[in-house]
């Protein structure tokens, strides 16, 4: 999968250089591949400096997303009249767009850390919880109706039958939120910050330092792409019984 992702990328900027050669454009509106790589060298201190402050909200979202994710799964299937009234609500606040409350958290939160971390919280929580949901409410009924056989309580089929076999489907949705933090906590950053590469990009924008801004970018993929495969990694430990992560 690395030496796929990798030509991928050698694909793209491969593209990038042809179109830089053919359409000639200035440099402030698509600057070459090159002169990139030159300020990410070039600027490599303040890059890393301004991508720890992002980092730091893109952990601190991920954690509290999936944790809040999961207990959510977890609590709408042990208690189902909870569940039956609190998961319409949370159907409509997922068609909400997550990204139109960015204001409102930073007016909230606040122009520090916590804005972003609840921003990349909310782009993870909703994956998660109901892919948990999803599998813990697909659990074999033979399965059910056999743990029943040997009066097992409602917990203990929950906790030793339910919860093992939605754990594949839990890491399914971690695998598929887990890149999406580091677009919440920019986002974040594009409505108010003073630090971080969504702050970096804006800056960089208004000053048309277009080289600037796609190092930044750079960095960013790069960071999305490892949390890919971390995210890989460590749900096949999460679920190493599950087909789809042996």
Known sequence: MIGATLGAILVVVLVWQAAVWVLDPPPFMLPAPLRVAETLVSRAPFL????AVTGIEIVFGLFFGIAAGALLGLSVEAFPRFGRLLWPVLLVLQAMPVFALAPLL???FGFGLTSKVVMAALVIFFPV??????G???TDPDLLDATAMTQASHWQ???HVRVPLALPALATGIRVAAPFAPLGAV??????????LGFVMLQANARMQT???????AVLAAATLFLRFLADALTRR??????ETR
């Open 48 to 51: 890393l400096r301004e991508s």
């Open 106 to 108: 930073v007016l909230w």
């Open 129 to 134: 919880a109901s892919a948990f949901a999803d």
């Open 136 to 138: 813990l409410r697909r």
């Open 157 to 159: 089929s929950l906790w």
């Open 187 to 196: 986002i974040g950053e594009w409505v108010g910050a003073s630090g971080g």
């Open 211 to 217: 080289d600037t801004m796609f190092a930044a970018l």
């Open 238 to 243: 999460l679920a190493p019984w599950a087909p």
